[in-house]
């Protein structure tokens, strides 16, 4: 099958095996699935991820996984096409997703995340291998490129449901990026009276009001505490989501939020960073860091979606063939794209 990877720093599309599944689990043929920003973060800094996740006691890298070559891609939707024994009961054209981790008994944790180890081969490829376990059945109705959004439609899920949000409080989301809206579309859905989104971007605070945002900043040309106070009557919104990611904005968003407040850490920052405890102290602030979603939110993502309840499709800037993979990854350097798409059959 083609497939695009990643070795060391390099991407290209590739000719590589197809996989077979075994016991348990099926073969699919890749619908649709989304470039996520993890990905970007990996083709540039594998190794300090790597670094980082050992550090943390996290076993989900292989040691080849530097030099063997990887096949990333992890939110996806995918086609059955032949099953594995004891995975009979998943028919042949079943639509399917699932959380993107593979059951494997050989794994000291008892599972393999797709798309970011040798063994399993994400979803930047035709085809993919799932557990059926894990399976869920894409809605009737729903399109591919919509299904495919349903893993980060999951991580702002998450973001929301781990901010513990209380009744008539407001937030503010920094970075409009596909995140960033989608904690945006959570906090709208689960009636937040108001949401302030700040974002350079102009194309991403065009889809921030489109998407709901009660209020859009550019932080350059508006104070952004000013304006919230302005349009809430308040002097600090209780909960700031850090949705950027880069050096300088976990402080910034600590500088933003209000006394007891929340800040929500869903960016990744992939540099050392520094902040102020003493703002922090004397604020009584709380700083949670977030990761992924439990599959009962991925699960709860994916029912919402079909039944429209939140509407992901804005955000899908272009759909591109595997063949403008790589170079989509240079371009996604520049904000004027929000979640782009790949179709493998394109």
């Given amino acids: 099958m083609r497939a695009m990877v990643l070795r060391g720093k390099t991407l290209a599309v590739e000719t590589v095996d197809v996989p077979a599944p075994g016991p348990g689990q099926v073969l699919a043929r890749v619908l649709a ?4 920003g993890s990905d970007l973060h990996a083709a540039k800094y594998l190794d300090d991820m790597i670094a980082a996740a050992r550090r943390s006691g996290s076993t989900q890298w292989d040691e080849s996984v530097e030099t063997a070559g990887m096949v990333m891609g992890h939110e996806f ?7 594995g024994p004891g995975a009979e009961a998943w028919q042949p054209g079943t639509r399917v997703t699932s959380i993107p981790v593979m059951i494997d008994p050989a794994s000291p944790t008892g599972m393999a995340a797709i798309g970011y180890s040798t ?13 059926a376990p894990l399976l869920l059945r894409v809605p009737d109705g729903l399109p591919d490129e919509v299904a495919a959004t349903t893993e980060p439609c999951a991580v702002g899920l998450h973001a929301v449901r781990e901010a ?40 991403r605070r065009e889809l921030a009001r489109k998407l709901g945002a009660d209020l859009v900043i550019d932080p350059r ?6 304006a919230i106070q302005q349009a809430t009557g308040r002097p600090a919104p209780p909960v700031v989501f850090e949705c950027i990611g880069v050096e300088g904005t976990l402080q910034q968003a600590m500088d ?8 929500i ?33 991925y699960a709860e993502a994916l029912d919402a979606l079909g039944k429209k309840a939140v509407d992901t499709s ?20 520049d904000p004027r794209d929000c979640k782009v798409i790949v179709v493998p059959s394109r």
């Fill in 33 to 36: 699935c989304g470039i996520c």
């Fill in 119 to 131: 063994k399993f081969p994400g979803a930047y490829g035709e085809y993919v291998l799932m557990s």
């Fill in 256 to 263: 933003l939020v209000g006394r007891m407040g929340r800040v």
């Fill in 77 to 83: 939707i995918a086609e059955v096409v032949q099953a």
């Fill in 314 to 333: 804005p955000m899908i800037t272009r759909v591109i063939g595997l063949d403008e993979l790589p170079a989509a990854f240079t371009a996604l350097a």
């Fill in 164 to 203: 513990r949000m209380q009744p008539g409080e407001t937030a503010l989301v920094m970075g409009a990026g596909p995140i960033g809206l989608m904690t945006l579309l959570w906090l709208k859905h689960d009636g937040v009276p108001h949401v302030t989104v700040s974002e350079l971007s102009a194309a």
């Fill in 265 to 297: 850490v869903v960016g990744v920052c992939m540099q050392e960073d520094r902040i102020m405890p003493m703002v922090g102290i004397n604020k009584q602030l709380t700083l949670k860091f977030v990761l992924g979603y439990t599959p009962a939110e």
């Fill in 221 to 226: 040309e508006t104070p952004v505490l000013e």
